[in-house]
């Protein structure tokens, strides 16, 4: 027998491998083991010959040890895998990983070749590693709340500003307006300088008070808690165009007729963030808003026919309304696709899912 394939060859392949190589009889005996289990578990290699290898592995891994001794031991080139413990000489425990391969056949080896190394530290490191994601999703969701209780914040902090201005200071503004005109009324003919002032001072009152009462839609849209969202979002899209100079095409069709108030919230904002985008950023000449509802969901479909951008490329850039956006339909279970191509417009796209109740 050529040397390369006979005992000599073999002996010295286990004599010098790095990982532990024994060669089990038949049933389950240590006939030889390499020198490497005394680096990786301690024992002299006479310590082990003449013991089976499953004399000190942990007992609850005993029974998956021996299931696997047995499928190799079961016929043919059967090679089979497992993961165990096995005490080390100074009595701590090694998490360890053998390869069986069944040579009983082989005129040289005559046995089952068992390879096995330590993994313990590697082990450990995917626990460390696990441990670590495990720690990293916590701030996630932690960070995740925390954004969700400071939008819900914003919002109610908006709402009760709006409320302020609108319940008090127009009220203010709106007596004032009206004192002027009293006074213009009950003056003599003769002061016209005056009346003259009065006047302008109403019309500045009158100004201030549109001011604070678009100020206070803006913060928060009463139309939206009074009337819904689709008025609430028709009425916007009309201001904008008057304000903006940019026609936007509004649409709107199967919305249920109650929508639970944080979908409508969150629809109606990203309205306002994209067509103010729109304005800023697109140099678009026009604009489409489209609501379509069905039963399960809602969608909300705003384009534009502007310079486009790299999505990708604006959330590096550390602006706040992509994620603010993001964020607020994640709050609500949604999704949002942008598409957008420079110079070709872009397209952003929400789907909301709806509550078993509002189906």
Known sequence: MAPETGEEY??????????????????????SVSPAVTQILGYPPEERIGKT????????DLPALRRTLE?????????????????????SWRLLESTARNLLQNPAVRG?????????????????????EAALRDSQAQ????????????????????RELHDDLNQKLAFLAVEAERLEQRMPESANRLRDGLRALQRRAVELSDDVRRMAHRLHPAVLDDLGL????RSYCTEFSRLAGIPVEFSCQGLPEVLPPEIALCLYRITQEVLHNVAKHSRSRQATVTVAGAADAIDLSITDSGIGFHAEQARGKGGLGIASMEERVR???????IDSVPKKGTRIEVHVPLPRENR
């Open 10 to 31: 073999y002996q010295a392949l286990i004599e010098n491998a790095m990982d532990i190589i024994s060669v089990l009889e038949a049933d389950g005996t240590i006939r």
């Open 53 to 60: 290898i499953d004399s000190i592995v942990h007992p609850d």
């Open 71 to 91: 499928e190799a031991r079961g016929g043919g080139r059967v090679s089979a895998t497992l993961e165990y413990r096995y005490r080390h000489k100074d009595g």
């Open 112 to 132: 089952i070749v068992v390879s096995t190394r330590d993994v313990t530290q590697r082990h450990i490191a995917e626990e460390a590693l696990r441990e670590k």
């Open 143 to 162: 960070l995740q709340a925390l954004t969700a209780r400071l939008l819900t914040g914003l919002e109610n902090e908006r709402s009760r500003i709006a």
């Open 230 to 233: 689709e008025p609430a979002l």
């Open 331 to 337: 709050l609500v279970d949604g999704s949002m696709a």
